[in-house]
């Protein structure tokens, strides 16, 4: 397992952008693939992105074309863009580690402890 740490959760209003990124101290970081979930009060996990160590993205339909998952390696980091946040988008976001582009979090055996994103209409 691995340790993960998220960052850059807030408040932002309709329309704007935000970027999490989460890392890691552990230097098999880039052995896994890097997820992105998120969980909004009274629903359930969902899958966001995830990215394998060469680059290869999935995405879940409802990102698609506003949100942008990227690693950086060689600093332990993998971030996720989001542009054009709608209400919806509020929940609290998860980086997790994984060893394919799985989309259900069964298969993630490290969770970083959350950030918050919350988006104003």
């Known amino acids: 397992q691995v340790q993960l740490v998220e960052s850059g959760g807030g408040l932002v209003q309709a329309g704007g952008s935000l970027r999490l990124a989460c890392t890691t101290s552990?230097?098999?970081?880039?052995?896994?693939?890097m997820g992105w979930f998120r969980q909004a009060p009274g629903k359930e996990r969902e899958f966001v992105a995830a990215i394998r160590r060469g680059g290869i993205t999935r995405y879940a339909d409802n990102v698609k074309g506003r949100f942008a998952i990227s690693r950086d390696n060689a600093w332990n980091t993998v971030y996720l863009q989001m542009n054009s946040l709608k209400p919806e988008d509020t929940a609290v976001y998860y980086c997790?580690?994984?060893?394919?582009?799985?989309?259900?979090?069964?298969?993630?055996?490290?969770w970083g402890q959350g950030t918050q994103v919350t988006v104003s209409s």
């Open positions: 552990e230097r098999t970081f880039t052995t896994y693939v």
């Open positions: 997790a580690a994984a060893n394919d582009l799985y989309s259900s979090g069964n298969y993630y055996s490290s």
